[in-house]
């Protein structure tokens, strides 16, 4: 595709159920970015996928919070036991190579309303 | 560990005027600096960048200027206009395969 594509775009679930967020990076872009924003907010990062290294999971949450990336292109966020405090808009960028020096595109997001 | 600081939060100028947002490092290691503008109910858009062998460069009425020694960087807009309200948010990378780390955001209204 042109760009970063996320769905859905939108997601409301009932507190405790578990959601799953995906994206799709741009073609051949080996370094995938998770980031969350609250309402008004900055970028929180939650996690760093590049090419087969181990990912960066240092910004994830809680357990609760959990990413894969297969065959080094679509990624999947899934959140288990959601509760009221994760709605916020998930957004995912990629980028060529993840190296300092290359820039970082971002979809539009998924906005996820837990209630 | 990584911290940008981004100043000021809100910034409103008017039609015409320049407006200038500054984001200070802590990472001497960080060689490429993004800035990114969000428009309501979209992603982050990547508008300009610059890397650590450079010390300004400009794109029509944007232009970012970098202090590595001071440690800290700075997006210029010039002739703003309406168009240009959003929220604006800085960038620091270091020179490995590392996370994007972001300022706070600065959001910009530009009344007519």
């Known amino acids: 595709g042109a760009g970063v594509s996320q769905s859905p775009s939108n997601k409301v679930t009932e507190k405790g159920k578990d959601v799953e967020l995906r994206c799709d990076p741009i073609?051949?872009?080996?370094?995938l970015y998770w980031y969350r924003q609250s309402l008004g907010q900055g970028l929180e990062f939650l996690i760093y996928f590049q090419g087969n290294s181990a990912p960066d999971k240092s910004g994830l949450p809680s357990d609760r919070f959990s990413a894969e990336r297969t065959g080094g292109s679509v990624s999947t966020l899934t959140i288990q036991r959601t509760q009221q405090e994760d709605s916020a808009v998930y957004l995912c960028a990629s980028s060529p190579d993840g190296q300092g020096g290359t820039e970082a595109f971002f979809g539009q997001g998924t906005r996820l309303t837990v209630v | 560990g990584e911290n940008v600081e981004q100043h000021p939060s809100t910034l409103s100028v008017q039609e015409g005027d320049s407006a200038v947002i500054k984001c200070t490092y802590s990472d001497s290691a960080s060689n490429y600096f993004p800035w990114y503008k969000q428009e309501l109910g979209k992603g982050p858009q990547l508008i300009i960048d610059i890397r650590s062998n450079v010390g300004e460069k400009k794109d029509q009425r944007i232009a970012v200027t970098l202090n590595k020694t001071a440690k800290h960087f700075s997006l210029h807009i010039t002739e703003t206009q309406p168009e240009d309200s959003a929220v604006y948010f800085c960038a620091e990378k270091d020179t490995g395969f590392q996370k994007l780390v972001f300022g706070t955001g600065t959001r910009l209204l530009v009344s007519p």
């Open positions: 073609s051949g872009h080996t370094a």
